[in-house]
């Protein structure tokens, strides 16, 4: 089992380059998030958290690795988390939210399709969850979702 860097560490090295890629797995994109949001306003810490991954990706000489719904998704769901217990610290977070660090399957296979996840659309832009669609009637559903007429 590897070491875990400091928090102060860990975010100085993600931001300045220095973090290997493969010492930067899905666990430390949620901690990450974590940290950010730990210590910025949510809108601030989506923001500095997308921008890094772009960063790193493009670092590491794989840009089209970032994926904006992905990324966007699991920090509001990090976020909706963090509140249900506002004093927990990093271990007793990721304890509580066990869901949050499985990656195949995602948790976010509860609110999105396959279909959805793998579009390039989700991928340039944030796109809403459409699991929940599916139970609604047509004319409710995203203009995107409906049956053709």
Do not use: C
């Not at 809403?128 to 995203?142: N, Q, S, T, V, W």
């Amino acid at each position: 089992m590897r070491a875990e860097l400091d928090d102060r560490e860990f975010v100085s090295r993600f931001e300045d380059g220095t973090l290997p890629a493969a010492s930067f797995h899905h666990r430390d994109h949620v901690r990450l998030a974590w940290l950010y949001l730990k210590r910025e306003p949510p809108i601030a810490a989506l923001t500095r958290f997308a921008e890094g991954l772009k960063r790193f990706a493009a670092r590491n000489a794989k840009p089209g690795l970032y994926h904006e719904t992905i990324t966007w998704a699991f920090l509001f769901l990090i976020r909706e988390r963090m509140e249900r217990d506002p004093d927990a610290g990093w271990d007793e977070f990721a304890a509580a939210n066990p869901d949050l660090f499985q990656w195949k399957p995602s948790i976010l296979d509860a609110y999105y399709r396959k279909e959805t996840l793998g579009s390039d659309l989700a991928r340039k832009v944030f796109v809403m969850p459409d699991r929940a669609m599916e139970g609604f009637p047509a004319a409710l559903r995203p203009a995107g979702d409906r049956p053709p007429l």
